[in-house]
Nanobody
Framework: QVQLVESGGGLVQAGGSLRLSCAASGRTFSNYAMGWFRQAPGKERDLVAV????????FYGNSVKGRFTISRDNAKNTVDLQMNSLEPEDTAVYYC?????????????????WGQGTQVTVSS
């Protein structure tokens, strides 16, 4: 059974920081791209950041560029999302995902494994 478990969500004031972590278990995630997505109430699930397996190439959604940083540790099967300068518009449930590819996957249908999500709330 493959599991992705997110942690690190919570309530933070605007301008603050949070670090999300995703731990993968059940198989090795070599050859898998990893990504973070988010979904606010009444909105579609959107790409936040993705990272490849082969060379750590990253890709970010326009709204988080320069504020968020994705990183991964293949030896530990973890992927983190450092979120700085948080804004109320960043409030959402954040999901970790994994998809089979060497490079980064920028489309949601490319991901086959998903975590349950962690809530991030940014107050103004």
């Amino acid at each position: 059974q493959v599991q992705l478990v997110e942690s690190g969500g919570g309530l933070v004031q605007a301008g603050g920081s949070l670090r999300l972590s995703c731990a993968a278990s059940g198989r090795t995630f070599s050859n898998y791209a990893m990504g973070w997505f988010r979904q606010a109430p009444g909105k579609e699930r959107d790409l936040v950041a993705v990272i490849s397996w082969v060379d750590d190439t990253t890709f970010y959604g326009n709204s988080v560029k320069g504020r968020f940083t994705i990183s991964r540790d293949n030896a530990k099967n973890t992927v983190d999302l450092q979120m700085n300068s948080l804004e109320p518009e960043d409030t959402a449930v954040y999901y970790c995902a994994a998809g089979p590819a060497f490079g980064p996957i920028t489309y949601i249908k490319g991901y086959v494994y998903w975590g349950q999500g962690t809530q991030v709330t940014v107050s103004s």
